[in-house]
């Protein structure tokens, strides 16, 4: 659905580790491109092949959030989250346009575009590359915990934590893609908050357990402005 239908309109996010497993700061051209999706939404599953093929490109860190708000059209979303939706309207009050929708894709928290348009997500892609100055950020795992190291700079933000799924494919039996098998890319399992950071180089750690259970294999260590605004800076750990 490019619009959350009338009712909402446009008015209105372990496995054991053998020793540590540490990823620098992402490149000053890295992007987070976040996808707010749903199983019950008939115009999302191009979108989710979309997500897919970005997740290819270098630098492209793509995470799909599978929101709980279509869940009344009569297929309840095996991946959504109450937590998703409410991160989708936070960015839609933080950008102070309202929109939230879905297929959607915010882009380095502060954009967004129609996620099954490609040509308009590399573009914003393009712009985001070009004005990032991130902060240091980087984050490493042992067997208990994961830990998040954030270098100085200027300005307050929240240090957030996605575990990550790889892929998920789901047989959706009612609703709108009754019939379907839709693959999804990059799957928050987890959204942790890590802490605050006021500007100053911090370290944070947050139990293993709560971020890379069952399927997870990645985990994105995230820093943004104020609570879900601009990505200040990101890094990576793939856990094998």
């Known amino acids: 659905m490019i619009t959350r239908r009338s009712a909402l309109g446009l008015a209105l996010a372990g496995l054991a580790a053998p020793s540590i497993i540490t990823s620098t700061q992402a490149a000053t051209s890295d992007v987070l491109v976040e996808l707010f999706t749903s199983q019950g939404c008939s115009d999302c599953p191009p979108a989710d092949k979309v997500a897919g093929e970005l997740a290819q490109q270098s630098g492209v860190h793509v995470v799909s959030l599978n929101v709980d708000y279509w869940d009344y059209l009569g297929w309840k979303d095996t991946l959504g989250k109450a937590q998703y939706s409410q991160r989708q309207t ?41 004005r990032a100055k991130y902060i240091d950020v980087s984050v490493s795992a042992d067997a208990s915990d994961i830990h998040i190291k954030v270098g100085a700079g200027t300005g307050n933000g929240t240090v957030w934590l996605m575990g990550i799924a790889p892929s998920v494919s789901v047989p959706i039996g009612r609703g709108e893609n009754a019939g379907a098998n839709v693959t999804y890319h990059n799957v928050a399992r987890h959204l942790v908050s890590a802490g605050s950071w006021q500007g100053h180089a911090t370290s944070f750690s947050v139990p293993r357990n709560s971020i890379m259970t069952g399927d997870c294999r990645h985990c994105i260590a995230i820093l943004q402005q104020g609570n879900v605004g601009q990505v200040l800076g990101l890094a990576k750990i793939t856990v094998s």
């Open 90 to 130: 936070a960015y839609a009050k933080e950008r102070g346009d309202g929109d939230v929708y879905t297929p959607q894709m915010v882009i380095n928290g502060a954009v967004h575009a129609v996620g099954s348009r490609k040509g308009d997500v590399e573009a914003a892609i393009a712009n985001a590359r070009t």
